[in-house]
């Protein structure tokens, strides 16, 4: 398995800091799933909305491969400052 990439990390860093950090409904194959995006009030009125990440719940969990090593898979590429 790989190790997180840098952008990867980085969208965490935005979720946990992030000042228009949201939850939007949107559907997946079907599905209900919640999405956290970063929204963004452009000066033209327009309201956008960056994904960040899909919350899913135990159905969608238990189909993942799980790492073998928990505390390895949460491994970066390159060490992020704080």
């Known amino acids: 398995m790989e190790?997180?990439?840098a952008e990867e990390k980085m969208s965490l860093?935005?979720?946990v800091n992030g000042e228009n950090i949201s939850l939007m409904r949107a559907e997946f194959e079907g599905r209900?799933?919640?999405i956290v995006v970063e929204m963004d009030h452009s000066e033209e009125h327009r309201v956008g909305a960056t994904p960040l990440a899909m919350?899913?719940?135990e159905d969608i969990?238990?189909?993942l491969t799980p790492p073998?090593?928990?505390i390895d898979a949460q491994e970066?590429?390159?060490t992020l400052g704080n």
């Open 32 to 34: 209900d799933v919640a």
């Open 3 to 5: 190790k997180l990439t």
């Open 55 to 57: 919350l899913v719940d």
């Open 13 to 15: 860093v935005r979720i």
């Open 61 to 63: 969990f238990d189909r």
């Open 68 to 70: 073998a090593n928990p």
């Open 76 to 78: 970066t590429e390159q």
